[in-house]
C-alpha cells in the first residue's frame, strides 16, 4: 500500500536550516505528483511546495519562495524539502503528501492530496 514517512524535524534557530525527506514506498515514486504541506494549531493545513511527476515542474507558496527548495530522487524513493534561512512563522508541523491520480500540474490545494504521512514537527526559535 501507499507509504510515506517524514524525517529530518527538529529545533533549529532563526536563520538556519533543515532538509526534510520523505521516504515512499508501494508505489513508482516517478509517476505521481508529491507535495509538501504544513500546519499550525487552531489553522488549516496549506501547501508548502510540491514537484511535478517525473521531475517536471514545481510550485511554492510565496512565503518560502527564495528560501525553500523541492526536489526528488526516484532512485532512492525519496523526495526532500530543503529549507533554507528559516523564520519563527516556518513552525509547524510538515507533512508530505500525493494525490489519488496522476495529472499535471502539481498542486498546492490540501484538497488535491489524498495519502499523507504522520508529519515531522519543525520549530524555529532562539
Known amino acids: 500500500q501507499v507509504q510515506l514517512v517524514e524525517s529530518g524535524g527538529g529545533l533549529v534557530q532563526p536563520g538556519g536550516s533543515l532538509r526534510l525527506s520523505c521516504e515512499a514506498s508501494?508505489?513508482?515514486?516517478?509517476?505521481?505528483?508529491i507535495g509538501w504541506l504544513r500546519q499550525v494549531p487552531g489553522k488549516e493545513r496549506e501547501g508548502v511546495a510540491c514537484?511535478?511527476?517525473?521531475?517536471?515542474?514545481?510550485d511554492y507558496t510565496d512565503s518560502v519562495k527564495g528560501r525553500f527548495t523541492i526536489s526528488r530522487d526516484n532512485a532512492k524513493n525519496t523526495v526532500y524539502l530543503q529549507m533554507n534561512n528559516l523564520k519563527p512563522e516556518d513552525t509547524a508541523v510538515y507533512y508530505c503528501?500525493?494525490?489519488?491520480?496522476?495529472?499535471?500540474?502539481?498542486?498546492?490545494?490540501?484538497?488535491?492530496?489524498?495519502?499523507w504521512g504522520q508529519g515531522t514537527q519543525v520549530t524555529v526559535s532562539s
Open positions: 508501494g508505489f513508482n515514486l516517478d509517476y505521481y505528483n
Open positions: 503528501a500525493r494525490p489519488y491520480g496522476r495529472f499535471s500540474p502539481c498542486p498546492l490545494s490540501r484538497y488535491l492530496y489524498t495519502y
Open positions: 514537484i511535478s511527476s517525473s521531475d517536471g515542474p514545481t
